[in-house]
């Protein structure tokens, strides 16, 4: 681009700026509740090359139209069909391309994505820390007001994330072509994606990691208080510094045939001690407290005395199905007050944080769908029923504990719970591309346990914490204090991460959702229930720090042989470095494309770290985690020939630092005065350095060269 060009284009982004800091600096939001936006197309203006995007009275888009050749046509339609608004602005020019310039402006939730999947795209799921800067985004989508602006293919398109002003995300874009299309579309989960009690102005998804361990693979049924605080010991030794949060009890404790509340506050014998004293003992491990419920009833006793907690069949028996025994009546205030809300009030008071409550799907299909005609006869919705008896649960236990809904996938339930198990029992991969774009937006993606197999381990790790879902072990603990527990230590903390996109990568799932609404039974997974079998195998990261960005790529399978760095979001110009985290292989410098080799057996996946190569020396990887920096590097600056950064150590655990150093730069000194230097050693253009600590905490170092001609 000629100097005269990049001078426009900056008087153009200037201009833009000053006109929504005017706009803006009036408008700043302070508040912590939102208005619903207005079901309705936007106002688009377009006068004297200057193209505004008006929504709910704001500019949401302002850009300046730059063409040499004959003015560009301009075209408009707008669409609407039950609701569904599809707003598009076209402009066309029958000679040479256009540009357009300018700026889109969005809520604190907004965020760069893909707004639908590109012809020949690589199946690849993408998720960013942070606002991504990838090439492969061609949209905006505002997850607070539930809107997106996107560009059509064949435009070239870059969005790139500006500083926040006033509490609004800001992105510069630019749009090149012969023809040049901008759709607007509001309500874009709720009415474009089907999701009709998707309300994001209400609520905000958990944004805290969700790492944990749950006892059901481990054990079972065959739980008691003297194990669950041995796998607390083990996990507080183990896992806990990395950042393993929660300890989750599952079936086993209740008494059986559970139902009214004292069968759930008040334990089984193997729990001698009492609920409270466990939570306690949790706590004092560093740990939160998980609890595990259904919310089904099964004391037939009291049902036959008290059948009006109940919902009745066509007889006027209470009415009875499989999983669910006999259906609780959500639209009885009785039995939200006598059974519900004592049961996690209880719960809640002795201490416990996390709530996983299942067999939700049992209530709607085998119970609330499966005897329509009760709730007819009453004139109620029996969606909204369901809804408010899962509202009462929330209620109870407050939005500041986790709740989980287990299991299958719930779409009613958005806005309600902060988490949903999405397919079977048992850990599954399909679910990280059939519901990607629901991970973070919509709810945290549960993909359920994970097992430490010596098959299964490294990767079922990995691309959990790569795609920011919940993240739950369920080994025995013994297996804890052996080698295995490396790929968990790896990917702990898990980080939250913004979509890279809103459409799913595989739709054969989610496109079967309206089903929800006509299923009867929940035994075993239906249509919409998201797959165990993977059905992508790239999953790519983007990590975005104030001092720089990378690219985290997993690689499960060997499918694809060549991985091009255009098709990564990548600039296929610049030279990018890259370093293999398992194996601790540096491939090399590459521009274009790279070729991954084969994966090791030992891992059953490859872990790519990729940088773009800088002129001097610099950061390639850490150990501490598969992001290779994300949790543990700060404040990582080169000036005056040194190379400065923090780091966040665990106690006991080496730290390693991998660094490039061209050839014209001659290592002089690394220092670290807070940790003890176990290892400084280089082998061709790669210095590795190990660091330890006796305990947990930040240190400063900084490596010092000299520049040779």
């Known amino acids: 681009m000629s100097n005269a060009k990049l001078n426009l284009r900056f008087k153009i982004v200037a201009v833009l700026f000053l006109i929504f800091a005017i706009h803006y600096s009036a408008q700043a939001q302070t508040k912590t509740s939102f208005p619903a936006p207005p079901l309705k197309p936007a106002e688009i203006k377009f006068a004297d090359n200057l193209i505004q995007i008006i929504y709910q009275g704001k500019n949401i888009l302002t850009a300046k139209l730059e063409y040499s050749g004959e003015s560009p046509i301009f075209n408009q339609l707008v669409d609407e069909k039950d609701g569904v608004i599809n707003q598009v602005f076209k402009l066309t020019s029958t000679d040479k391309p256009i540009h357009l310039q300018g700026l889109i402006n969005s809520s604190i939730e907004g965020f760069p994505c893909e707004s639908d999947k590109r012809n020949d795209a690589l199946p690849m799921i993408r998720n960013s820390v942070g606002l991504s800067h990838s090439l492969l985004n061609n949209a905006v989508y505002d997850r607070r007001y539930d809107w997106l602006v996107s560009v059509d293919f064949p435009a070239k398109i870059q969005i790139t994330p500006q500083e926040a002003q006033n509490g609004e995300n800001i992105f510069e874009f630019s749009a090149t072509g012969r023809e040049i299309i901008i759709r607007f579309r509001p309500y874009f989960y709720n009415k474009h994606k089907g999701l009709s009690y998707f309300e994001p102005w209400t609520y905000q998804v958990w944004q805290k990691p969700v790492a944990g361990w749950c006892s059901w693979f481990a054990y079972f049924k065959d739980i008691d208080e003297v194990?669950?605080?041995h796998t607390a010991d083990i996990l507080q030794q183990t896992l806990v510094p990395f950042g393993l949060e929660y300890l989750q009890i599952d079936d086993g404790y209740q008494q059986e045939p559970a139902g009214l509340p004292e069968t759930w506050l008040t334990p089984n014998e193997k729990f001698p001690s009492g609920l409270k004293n466990l939570s306690s003992y949790i706590h004092s491990k560093g740990m939160k407290p998980g609890i595990w419920t259904y919310a089904s009833f099964h004391q037939e006793d009291?049902?036959?005395k008290n059948p009006e907690y109940f919902v009745r069949d066509e007889a006027g028996n209470p009415a009875k199905g499989n999983w669910v025994g006999f259906v609780l009546d959500g639209s009885n205030q009785k039995t939200l007050d006598d059974i519900i809300k004592p049961i996690y009030a209880g719960l809640e008071k002795t201490g416990w944080q996390y709530f996983k409550v299942d067999a939700l799907r049992h209530l709607r299909y085998e119970g609330?769908?499966?005897?329509?005609?009760?709730?007819?006869n009453k004139g109620l919705d029996r969606v909204e029923v369901y809804r408010n008896f899962v509202k009462t649960i929330r209620n109870t236990v407050?939005?500041?504990?986790?709740?989980?809904?287990?299991?299958?996938?719930?779409?009613e339930l958005t806005g309600i719970v902060d988490g949903c198990r999405i397919g079977n029992d048992g850990y599954?991969?399909?679910?990280?591309?059939?519901?990607?774009?629901?991970?973070?937006?919509?709810?945290?993606?549960?993909?359920?346990?994970?097992?430490?197999?010596?098959?299964?381990?490294?990767r079922s790790t990995m691309v959990t914490s790569l795609c920011g879902g919940l993240f739950m072990l369920t080994d025995k603990p013994e297996k804890y204090l052996t080698g295995i527990i490396e790929p968990a230590k790896r990917t702990l903390p898990v980080p939250f991460t913004l979509s890279g996109q809103v459409y799913e990568v595989d739709p054969t799932r989610s496109s079967q959702l309206f089903r929800v609404d006509s299923e009867m039974s929940g035994s075993g997974p239906r249509v919409f229930d998201a797959d165990q079998a993977a059905v992508c195998d790239l999953y790519l990261l983007e990590i975005n720090k104030p001092f720089e960005n990378w690219m985290i790529l997993g690689r499960t399978d060997e499918n694809t042989e060549k991985l091009?760095?255009?098709?990564?979001?990548l600039n296929p110009e610049k030279e990018y470095l890259i370093f293999e985290f398992w194996t601790k292989k540096y491939f090399g410098s590459f521009m274009s494309d790279f070729i991954p080799g084969s994966i090791d057996p030992k891992y059953n996946c490859q872990l790519f770290c990729i940088r773009e190569r800088l002129v001097h020396p610099q950061i390639l990887a850490t150990n501490r985690h598969i992001t290779c920096g994300n949790p543990d590097l700060e404040n990582v600056i080169w000036d005056k020939n040194v190379l400065s950064g923090q780091s966040l150590l665990v106690g006991g655990d080496v730290y390693e630092i991998y660094l490039t150093e061209p050839e014209t730069f001659a290592f002089k000194s690394f220092v670290c005065p807070d940790a003890e230097i176990l290892a400084n050693k280089k082998s061709g253009l790669i210095r590795k350095v190990s660091l330890k600590s006796n305990e947990s905490k930040v240190v400063k170092w900084s490596v010092e060269y000299t520049f040779q001609e």
């Open 564 to 569: 091009k760095f255009a098709d990564l979001g």
């Open 428 to 458: 599954g991969y399909g679910g990280l591309a059939q519901y990607n774009s629901f991970n973070n937006v919509v709810w945290r993606n549960d993909p359920d346990h994970i097992e430490l197999s010596e098959t299964e381990a490294y």
């Open 302 to 304: 009291f049902t036959q």
């Open 368 to 376: 609330y769908n499966s005897f329509p005609e009760y709730f007819q």
């Open 398 to 411: 407050g939005k500041d504990h986790f709740m989980l809904a287990c299991w299958g996938i719930r779409p």
């Open 227 to 229: 194990k669950i605080k």
